[in-house]
Antibody, heavy 124, light 113 residues
Framework: QVHLQESGPGLVKPSQTLSLTCNVSGSSISSGSHYWSWVRQPAGKGLEWIGRIYASGSINYNPSFKSRIIISVDTSKNQFSLKLTSVAAADTAVYYC????????????????WGQGILVTVSS | DIVMTQSPDSLAVSLGERATINCKSSQTILSTSFNKNCLAWYQQKPGQPPRLLIYWASTRASGVPDRFSGGGSGTDFTLTISSLQAEDVAVYSCQQYHTSPLTFGGGTKVEIK
């Protein structure tokens, strides 16, 4: 059974850095069979893809975030992380980590497993 | 970016009746490499993460009841619930994976009439 679990602070001050980690069980990041991704959802709104990482460290970010985000992976811990800098109120959302299907050679496809999500509020 | 537009925003359907949700992409999402439409559908209940229902526009994910079906090609797609059940009350969203960045529709809320 594949399980993803987000962790991190639920409250971040404006202009600071949001840091989240996703712990993965039941699926090995280092197997290289999938991408690993972050998606967010502001309250009452639609889903927004943030970016993804591969076991090798290869990344693809949504250009909307490109200058503010870093996604990293730690295959020894079977986890990956998100850092979003210079946050503002508009970054308040539920943040999900998700497994992204990979169609060889490197096409990103659909999300087949999701974490429960973590609400991050940006407020002073 | 490819813009995904869903309609309607919400719909109310009687139990046992058919529900149809539309999703339109701003450009074709038919992959010439795979000869498949790069579209997925998700179901999201309150307080829960999205659940994958359909991928490649018409392939049901594991464990998804066969009352859920996906159709369409190119830029126009549909998700159909053939006989609405109480547990199908949720928001349904489409997602394209033809071109990065991956993008989602705004969601359609399905309720019981």
């Amino acid at each position: 059974q594949v399980h993803l679990q987000e962790s991190g602070p639920g409250l971040v001050k404006p202009s600071q850095t949001l840091s989240l980690t996703c712990n993965v069980s039941g699926s090995s990041i280092s197997s290289g069979s999938h991408y690993w991704s972050w998606v967010r959802q502001p309250a009452g709104k639609g889903l927004e893809w943030i970016g993804r990482i591969y076991a090798s460290g290869s990344i693809n970010y949504n250009p909307s975030f490109k200058s503010r985000i870093i996604i990293s992976v730690d295959t020894s811990k079977n986890q990956f992380s998100l850092k979003l800098t210079s946050v503002a109120a508009a970054d308040t959302a539920v943040y999900y980590c998700a497994r992204l299907q990979l169609q060889l050679p490197r096409t990103e496809c659909h999300f087949d497993y999701w974490g429960q999500g973590i609400l991050v509020t940006v407020s002073s | 970016d490819i813009v995904m537009t869903q309609s309607p925003d919400s719909l109310a359907v009687s139990l046992g009746e058919r529900a149809t949700i539309n999703c339109k992409s701003s450009q074709t999402i038919l992959s010439t490499s795979f000869n498949k439409n790069c579209l997925a559908w998700y179901q999201q209940k309150p307080g829960q993460p999205p659940r994958l229902l359909i991928y490649w526009a018409s392939t049901r994910a594991s464990g998804v009841p066969d009352r859920f079906s996906g159709g369409g090609s190119g830029t126009d797609f549909t998700l159909t619930i053939s006989s609405l059940q109480a547990e199908d009350v949720a928001v349904y969203s489409c997602q394209q994976y033809h071109t990065s960045p991956l993008t989602f529709g705004g969601g359609t809320k399905v309720e019981i009439k």
